[in-house]
Antibody, heavy 121, light 106 residues
Framework: EVQLVESGGGSVQRGGSLRLSCAAS????????MHWVRQAPGKGLVWVSR????????THADSVKGRFTISRDNAKNTLYLQMNSLRGEDTAVYYC??????????????WGQGTMVTVSS | DIQMTQSPSTLSAFVGDRVTITCRAS??????LAWYQQKPGKAPKLLIY???SLESGVPSRFSGSGSGTEFTLTISSLQPDDFAIYYC????????FGQGTKLEIK
């Protein structure tokens, strides 16, 4: 079964760091653009970051630019999100998601189950 | 940045009703628009891509239309399983989601 499984969430103090992971299975991970999307409690979906197939191209939302870094290890079929200088407004469920078409940015057809990040003061 | 505005924010309807949700883009996104359904505690599910293409496995009562800046998601005959939150998403330039439309049982 095609699947994405996130891990690495938890509670962290303001200013701290976390690294999220997203393990992919049952598809050719290296062929797809990948994304992180977050959702604060009771709020809507917000796109965070994207990465192209070989990791040479990344984009981050303005709200996380300079603090978060998306990366991937195609040999390990794993996507990462390094989150530094965390703020209260970063508290959210973080989802990884796959772009639908190999090799191109597109709609997201596969999503992980999400991992919760809580930033406390 | 492209802004996406959905209307209404909340929609109350009966099982069997035909409902339409609208999504407007702040500039043309051609047909690079997707619709998602999200239920409480679950990840979003892709329903429609490229404005009007039905994702595999999605019931045919869901349909999408539009291009440029105005788009609609229509559910032809609401089923109990359809009560959820719906989001539009543009992927013409980076990614932006609409704020969501909560579809409630009347």
């Amino acid at each position: 079964e095609v699947q994405l499984v996130e891990s690495g969430g938890g509670s962290v103090q303001r200013g701290g760091s976390l690294r999220l992971s997203c393990a992919a299975s049952a598809f050719t991970f290296s062929s797809y653009w990948m994304h992180w999307v977050r959702q604060a409690p009771g709020k809507g979906l917000v796109w965070v970051s994207r990465i192209n197939t070989d990791g040479s191209g990344t984009t981050h939302a303005d709200s996380v630019k300079g603090r978060f870094t998306i990366s991937r290890d195609n040999a390990k079929n794993t996507l990462y999100l390094q989150m530094n200088s965390l703020r209260g407004e970063d508290t959210a469920v973080y989802y990884c998601a796959r772009a639908r078409i190999p090799g191109a940015p597109d709609a997201f057809d596969i999503w992980g189950q999400g991992t919760m990040v809580t930033v406390s003061s | 940045d492209i802004q996406m505005t959905q209307s209404p924010s909340t929609l109350s309807a009966f099982v069997g009703d035909r409902v339409t949700i609208t999504c407007r883009a702040s500039q043309s996104i051609r047909s690079w628009l997707a619709w998602y359904q999200q239920k409480p505690g679950k990840a979003p599910k892709l329903l429609i891509y490229e404005a009007s293409s039905l994702e595999s496995g999605v019931p045919s009562r869901f349909s999408g239309s539009g291009s440029g800046t105005e788009f609609t998601l229509t559910i032809s005959s609401l089923q109990p399983d359809d009560f959820a939150i719906y989001y539009c998403q543009q992927y013409n330039s980076y990614i932006t989601f609409g704020q969501g439309t909560k579809l409630e049982i009347k």
